[in-house]
Structures are given as C-alpha cells and as structure tokens.
C-alpha cells in the first residue's frame, strides 16, 4: 500500500495552534476508526501521541488533539511549546492486519 | 513500567545478514505483539511487519518478504528481526515496538529505542 500523504513541513509561532493532515483512502484512514499519530524528536524513538483518531495516552498533554473526516485525519496542537517542535507521522490500519505510516510532518516553532 | 531494549549497533558487509534483538520487561509478554519498523537517514518510517508472542504468527510487508524473518523467545522475553542479503539500502535505524492488535488496538507503544544496521563494503 502508499504512504499516507502528509504536509512535509508546517510551522506556527508560540501560543499558536497548527494542523497536521494526514490523507489516505477509503481502505486506510476511511475505513476505519485506527488512526494514530507519533512524534519524533531527532535521533529519538517515535512516542505515542493519539491513537485511535482523537483519544489520548496519559501523560499527552490536552493541547494535542486528533479528529477525522472521511479519508483525512488531522492532528491539531494548540497553545505551541517550543518543545513541540518535531517530527510528526501518522498511521492508519489498512486491512488484512497490515498499517501504513505517513511520510512525515516536521514541525517549526518560529 | 514497560520498556522495549534493544541491541546495540551493527556494521554489516553488502550480502550479509544482521539480527537484532529487542528485550520487553514490565508487561505480559505473550498478551501482546512485536511490530518492526526501520527508518532510513533523513526518512519517514517504514512498517516491516509483526510477530505474535503468543504464538509465533507473523505477517512481513511483501517487499521483505523471503528477507526477513521474526522470532521471539518466550522464555528471555525477547523478540528478534534477522534481515538477510543486505544492501546499501538497509542502512536504517530499526525499530520494535508493542502492539495490543494490530486491526482494533493497532497502536504502537511503547517503542524500542533503536538500533542502527549499516550497510558498507
């Protein structure tokens, strides 16, 4: 299956909010309520940010919030830290226990 | 709390095999999967496939497929990737990371912390 299409790159100042969508087909992120999204600091492992499209592992802050509409889900992050700055990449269950990731958002903090 | 270790760096020769291994602690191993990810330099990730604890099932993306094979061992509480016939290409950081099920839970956490293979003659 193709990569999910992300942005390859958004920024926003601090206090600001930013979008990241993550677009696929009716046989990944349509068709089913599996999406998740990761963040990646440089030469960090990737961490668990929101899973199954808008829920959030403890520890998440409340400023990181998933949604999905049709084939698109989109990871939002209100109130920028400097700290957000990163890579993002989303993920989708693609049937037949098989996933596929997106190509990756890197995040600027002006 | 739980934890995925794995093995240190590799250097291999274009041909040759790597395994690298990755060691769960704080969670029951066998009610889970291992998933495998690799990451080339500059790249996005890339989804390589899974293993079940439990029983040993697996499923490879098909681009790895006669390539790669994953294990695990009950007993250590650590599963294994062996890629085989090594290019330039493989140069990557590789990943595991812990799956509830891959179709309703199909989140990956926690993650391993990575290992680099690289590949040079």
């Known amino acids: 299956q193709s990569a999910l299409t992300q942005p390859r790159s958004v920024s926003g100042s601090p206090g600001q909010s930013v979008t990241i969508s993550c677009t696929g087909t009716s046989s990944d992120v349509g068709g089913y309520n599996s999406v998740s999204w990761y963040q990646q600091h440089p030469a960090k492992a990737p961490k668990l940010m929101i899973y199954d499209v808008s829920k959030r592992p403890s520890g998440v802050p409340d400023r990181f919030s998933g949604s999905k509409s049709g084939n698109t889900a989109s990871l939002t992050i209100s109130g920028l830290q400097a700290e957000d700055e990163a890579d993002y990449y989303c993920c989708s269950y693609a049937g037949t226990y098989t996933v596929v990731f997106g190509g990756g958002t890197k995040l600027t903090v002006l | 709390q739980v934890q995925l270790v794995q093995s240190g760096a590799e250097v291999k020769k274009p041909g040759a095999s790597v395994k690298v291994s990755c060691k769960a602690s704080g969670y029951t191993f066998t009610s889970y999967y291992i998933n495998w990810v690799r990451q080339a330099p500059g790249q996005g990730l890339e989804w390589m496939g899974w293993?079940?604890?439990?029983?040993?099932?697996?499923k490879y993306v098909q681009k790895f497929q006669g390539r790669v094979t994953m294990t695990t061992d009950t007993a250590t509480r650590t599963a294994y990737m062996e890629l085989r016939s090594l290019e330039s290409d493989d140069t990557a950081v590789y990943y595991c990371?812990?799956?509830?099920?891959?179709?309703?839970?199909?989140?990956?956490?926690?993650w391993g912390q990575g290992t680099l293979v690289t590949v040079s003659s």
């Open positions: 990371a812990r799956v509830k099920e891959i179709a309703k839970e199909g989140w990956f956490d926690p």
């Open positions: 293993i079940s604890a439990y029983n040993g099932k697996t």
